[in-house]
């Protein structure tokens, strides 16, 4: 089992950064896929950015350019960096894991933060 633990959500103004981490335990998750989904209100859940256990990167077209994601030396944080924030990122934030490759999809992934908000105001 793992489990994941998100924090560094709140209220922010449209342009400005924030940054949310997201402790894991358990598990090591030293071969795992880390994913960063978000889930607007009325909306699905939508995938914005992931980092694979050999450092490869992905992002969604919507914060491409101004999302970062990163984990910290020992694996065991990852992080979602967030710059120039707009009204439309405005959104539950949830932290995923999955054993292996890269998946853009929620289904795929098997372990699930509790989530946390993030509200950009113009």
């Known amino acids: 089992q793992v489990q994941l633990v998100e924090s560094g959500g709140g209220l922010v103004q449209a342009g400005a950064s924030l940054r949310l981490s997201c402790a894991a335990s358990?598990?090591?998750?030293?071969?795992?896929?880390m994913a960063w989904f978000r889930q607007a209100p009325g909306k699905g859940r939508e995938f914005a950015a992931a980092?694979?256990?050999?450092?490869?990167?992905y992002y969604s077209g919507s914060v491409k350019g101004r999302f970062t994601i990163s984990r910290d030396s020992v694996k065991t944080t990852v992080y979602l960096q967030m710059s120039s924030l707009k009204r439309e990122d405005t959104a539950v934030y949830y932290c995923?894991?999955?054993?292996?490759?890269?998946?853009?999809?929620?289904?795929?992934?098997?372990?699930w933060g509790q989530g946390t908000q993030v509200t950009v105001s113009s």
């Open positions: 995923a894991a999955r054993p292996g490759e890269y998946s853009p999809w929620s289904d795929d992934y098997r372990y």
């Open positions: 358990g598990r090591a998750i030293s071969t795992y896929t």
């Open positions: 980092l694979t256990w050999n450092n490869n990167t």
